[in-house]
C-alpha cells in the first residue's frame, strides 16, 4: 500500500525557515518523480515544486522560486522541502504527491508574528 | 502558463441529479493531461479522473471525464450523498502545472 506522510509543519515567524518531510513507502520511490502542492485556508490547490527521480533536475513556482528548495533522500525513502525567509502568504497546508494517484495527508504550515 | 477556469464556481443540487462540471484551458493542454480531483474538508485531494476520461482505480462509473484540447468536463451521472464536495481541475503537461479554482457542489 503506498503511504505518504508530511511531516515538520508548524508556527513560524516571518523571514523563518522551516524543512517540510514526506516519508514514502509502498513503491520504488526511487524510480518516481515527486511533488509539493499546497493550499491556503480556504483556498484552492497551488503546486510548488517537483523534482525528478534521482534528484537532479527540479523546478518551482515563480512564488517560492528563490527561497525553497526541494530534494529527496531515495536512501531514506523521503522527500524534502527547505522552506526560507517565509511570507504570511506561505501559510498552508502543504502536500507531497506521487504524481498524481498518491497524496500525503497534509502539514500545516503558519506564519505568523 | 496554463490557465484553468472551473465553472460555475458553486452548485446547488439534490441527491440523485446529474451534474456537469466545466474546466476551461488557456491554451491546449497537452496530450489531454487533464485530471479531476475530489476533496472534502480536511482531506486531500482524491483522483477521479486521468487523462481527461481515465477514471481512477476504485472510482464509481457514475463519475465520467470528457474532453480535449482546451474544453475538458467533468460529469456525475446521478449524485450520492457523499459527492457533495469540492472538484479541481489540473492539467499536468506542462510546467507549471496548474490547477483550476475549484467548483463547489452543495446540498440544495
Known amino acids: 500500500e503506498v503511504q505518504l506522510v508530511e511531516s515538520g509543519g508548524g508556527l513560524v515567524q516571518p523571514g523563518g525557515s522551516l524543512r517540510l518531510s514526506c516519508a514514502a513507502s509502498?513503491?520504488?520511490?526511487?524510480?518516481?518523480?515527486m511533488h509539493w502542492v499546497r493550499q491556503a485556508p480556504g483556498k484552492g490547490l497551488v503546486w510548488v515544486s517537483r523534482?525528478?527521480?534521482?534528484?537532479?533536475?527540479?523546478s518551482y513556482a515563480d512564488s517560492v522560486k528563490g527561497r525553497f528548495t526541494i530534494s529527496r533522500d531515495n536512501a531514506k525513502n523521503t522527500l524534502y522541502l527547505q522552506m526560507n525567509s517565509l511570507r504570511a502568504e506561505d501559510t498552508a497546508v502543504y502536500y507531497c504527491?506521487?504524481?498524481?494517484?498518491?497524496w500525503g495527508q497534509g502539514t500545516l504550515v503558519t506564519v505568523s508574528s | 502558463e496554463i490557465v484553468l477556469t472551473q465553472s460555475p464556481g458553486t452548485l446547488s443540487l439534490s441527491p440523485g441529479e446529474r451534474v456537469t462540471l466545466s474546466c476551461r484551458a488557456s491554451?491546449?493542454?497537452?496530450?489531454?493531461?487533464l485530471a479531476w480531483y475530489q476533496q472534502k474538508p480536511g482531506q486531500a485531494p482524491r483522483l477521479l479522473i486521468s487523462?481527461?476520461?481515465s477514471r481512477a482505480t476504485g472510482i464509481p462509473d457514475r463519475f465520467s471525464g470528457s474532453g480535449s484540447g482546451t474544453d475538458f468536463t467533468l460529469t456525475i451521472s446521478r449524485l450520492e450523498p457523499e459527492d457533495f464536495a469540492v472538484y479541481y481541475c489540473?492539467?499536468?503537461?506542462?510546467?507549471?502545472?496548474?490547477f483550476g479554482q475549484g467548483t463547489k457542489v452543495e446540498i440544495k
Open positions: 504527491a506521487l504524481p498524481w494517484h498518491y
Open positions: 509502498g513503491f520504488t520511490f526511487s524510480s518516481y518523480w
Open positions: 523534482i525528478n527521480s534521482d534528484g537532479s533536475s527540479t
Open positions: 491554451q491546449s493542454v497537452s496530450s489531454s493531461y
Open positions: 487523462g481527461a476520461s
Open positions: 489540473q492539467q499536468y503537461g506542462s510546467s507549471p502545472e496548474t
